[in-house]
């Protein structure tokens, strides 16, 4: 039997509702094995209708504690939730570098609820890709909502960002200042902030100063940009985070944001494909192609130029 055919017979399972089934298929994804995108043809008709919503902010703010909490708000209320916790840093997840930081296993075991966490293994290429097409598994497997954490530090944790509908910005007072998430490119992503570990001394300033930067873009925005003050270990104010996300939900729902914003996703993913099918062409048959340590010399010699070199290349290649 073929890794594809196996595939397929592990699909049927999926599509049963096997949870083992499920995390056999995220993995085959994960690694994108050979025929990953095939099962993933199969499975994006069915997806759609999961909501997905991002968690981001600096390490330690309290992110994994904050999804704690919205899991069991949304599992009290009967639904189904789908949680990605993407851990770009280390390649240990849930081990010893953690240290005290929570981990996602106090859980319902009625299989309402399902947590995946994804490291880079080493690699950061390709994380934002991976992710969204794990959720596109968790959303036709019928999980309702999605919750995706990742750290907010780097370009690829934005990209994740990406894949959601709605953006909770986690900070702590300790995080020093916004100005701080401003330079991260955090404030541009936010839908909603949560100011954490609000029981700690400097949270008011903190949420002050936010309300200040946030000012200027209210009065350019449609949606409040609201500013939610948290105690995540002590469940404070759960419930108004929930709420705020269901707004903006319903929010971009009715603008016709979510739609559009959906329609530009789509498109910056079949444009990411291309790329990697044209970056494989270059690798596969234009670099192979060419002598290009030749070209290289006669450039350094000043015999010839990158322009003129790489323009006969691609002609090169294009030869049958
Ligand atoms: N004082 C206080 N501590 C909190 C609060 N929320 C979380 N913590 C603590 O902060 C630490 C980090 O919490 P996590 O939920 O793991 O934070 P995280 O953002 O997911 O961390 P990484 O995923 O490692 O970036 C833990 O020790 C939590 O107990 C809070 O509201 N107040
Ligand atoms: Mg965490």
């Known amino acids: 039997m073929g890794i594809i055919d196996y595939?397929?017979?592990?699909?049927d399972k999926f599509l049963n509702g096997d949870q083992a089934a499920l995390a056999r298929i995220i993995s085959f994804i994960e690694d994108r094995e050979e025929g990953y995108q095939k099962v993933l043809s199969r499975l994006y008709p069915l997806s759609g209708k999961a909501l997905k919503i991002g968690f981001t902010g600096p390490p330690g703010a309290g992110k994994s504690s904050l999804v704690n909490n919205i899991i069991k708000v949304l599992?009290?209320?009967?639904?189904?939730?789908?949680?990605?916790?993407?851990?770009?840093?280390?390649?240990?997840?849930?081990?010893?570098?953690l240290g005290d930081r929570i981990r996602l296993t106090d859980m319902p075991i009625d299989g309402s609820v399902y947590i995946r966490s994804m490291a880079t293994r080493g690699s950061t290429g390709g994380l934002a890709a991976a992710t969204g097409n794990v959720a596109v598994a968790l959303d036709a497997f019928g999980f309702e909502y999605i919750l995706i954490e990742t750290v907010g530090v780097g370009q690829v944790e934005l990209d994740i960002i990406d894949t959601c509908d709605t953006v909770v910005v986690i900070l702590v007072p300790e995080s020093g200042d916004a100005i701080q998430a401003l330079k991260a490119g955090l404030m541009e992503i936010a839908d909603i902030f949560a100011v954490n570990k609000a029981d700690r001394p400097g949270s008011e300033n903190m949420i002050a100063e936010l309300n200040m930067i946030l000012e200027i873009k209210r009065r350019n925005s449609e949606w409040e940009l609201p500013v939610v003050a948290t105690e995540a270990i002590n469940n404070k104010n759960t419930d108004d985070l929930m709420t705020k996300i269901l707004s903006h939900l319903d929010h971009i729902k009715q603008t016709g944001f979510f739609e559009k914003h959906r329609r530009e996703q789509i498109k910056r993913k079949v444009y990411g494909i291309l790329e990697g099918y044209v970056r494989q062409y270059l690798e596969d048959r234009i670099l192979t192609a060419a002598d290009l340590d030749k070209a290289v010399s006669e450039i350094y010699d000043r015999k010839s130029d990158p322009f003129t070199v790489s323009e006969k290349l691609l002609n090169l290649s294009s030869l049958p």
């Open 7 to 11: 595939s397929m017979t592990i699909l």
């Open 75 to 97: 599992a009290c209320q009967g639904k189904k939730v789908g949680v990605i916790a993407v851990d770009p840093t280390s390649p240990f997840t849930g081990g010893a570098l």
